[in-house]
């Protein structure tokens, strides 16, 4: 089956650019979709089909998807966006979603 | 917008069924979109349980799909998880969420419920 990997964890400090990687096999021939989850809070979707934001998402928020890494970029990273961040893709040789094993991003 | 809400025990016993419902409000299932469950365990990441439309087109997570029923209730605006067999390693935050379905692109959920706790525990 298919699998996605995440670091555990990415620090940075408050206006900063913040990468987080999501790496899988040929990865960037999939589209790539990110959560981010607050502690206590429900998954909210930021980024989807590689790159595009859901309305009421900042413009701080990126993503991109080539070879085997897609990358959600967070630039001018604030306190408030401390939390878990999952990389999901669907997996059409097997018919089903995949999750990332979720990164921890952390605000020095 | 859309809200998902969902119910259901918070404790089961081990061998037992795990049933939880959502219900839509403020959009028609009839209307489109997929319709899916997700679970995170304690301290863990996200886990895909299954898909639905509510035409009854059904897709499950290989791992989980012997024990897993993921059914509509269009009358109700409600879909449904059934977990048979349930054992300490179904514990966890269950969610309910809206998934877009766009072709061969695959699929991605735009609204999630709240998430509710269950315990598998005697």
């Known amino acids: 089956s298919y699998v996605l990997t995440q670091p555990p964890s990415v620090s940075v400090a408050p206006g900063q650019t913040a990468r987080i990687p999501c790496g899988g096999n040929?990865?960037?021939?999939?589209?790539v979709h990110w959560y981010q989850q607050k502690p206590g809070q429900a998954p909210v979707l930021v980024v989807y089909d590689d790159r595009d934001r859901p309305s009421g998402i900042p413009e701080r928020f990126s993503g991109s998807n080539s070879g085997n890494t897609a990358t959600l970029t967070v630039s001018r990273v604030e306190a408030g966006d401390e939390a878990d961040y999952y990389c999901q893709v669907w997996d059409s040789s097997s018919d089903h979603v995949v999750f990332g094993g979720g990164t921890k991003l952390t605000v020095l | 917008q859309v809200q998902l809400q969902e119910s259901g025990p918070g404790l089961v016993k081990p061998s037992e069924t795990l049933s939880l419902t959502c219900t839509v409000s403020?959009?028609?299932?009839?209307?489109?979109?997929?319709w899916g469950w997700i679970r995170q365990p304690p301290g863990k990441g996200l886990e895909w349980i299954g898909t639905i439309y509510h035409s009854g087109n059904t897709y499950y997570n290989p791992s989980l799909k012997s024990r897993v029923t993921v059914s509509v209730d269009t009358s109700k605006n409600q879909f449904s998880l059934q977990l048979r067999s349930a054992t300490a390693a179904d514990t966890a935050v269950y969610y309910c969420?809206?998934?877009?379905?766009?072709?061969?692109?695959?699929?991605?959920?735009?609204?999630w419920g709240q998430g509710t706790l269950v315990t598998v525990s005697s």
């Open positions: 040929n990865i960037g021939s999939k589209t």
């Open positions: 969420a809206r998934a877009v379905w766009v072709g061969a692109t695959g699929v991605w959920f735009d609204s």
């Open positions: 403020a959009y028609s299932i009839n209307s489109g979109y997929y």
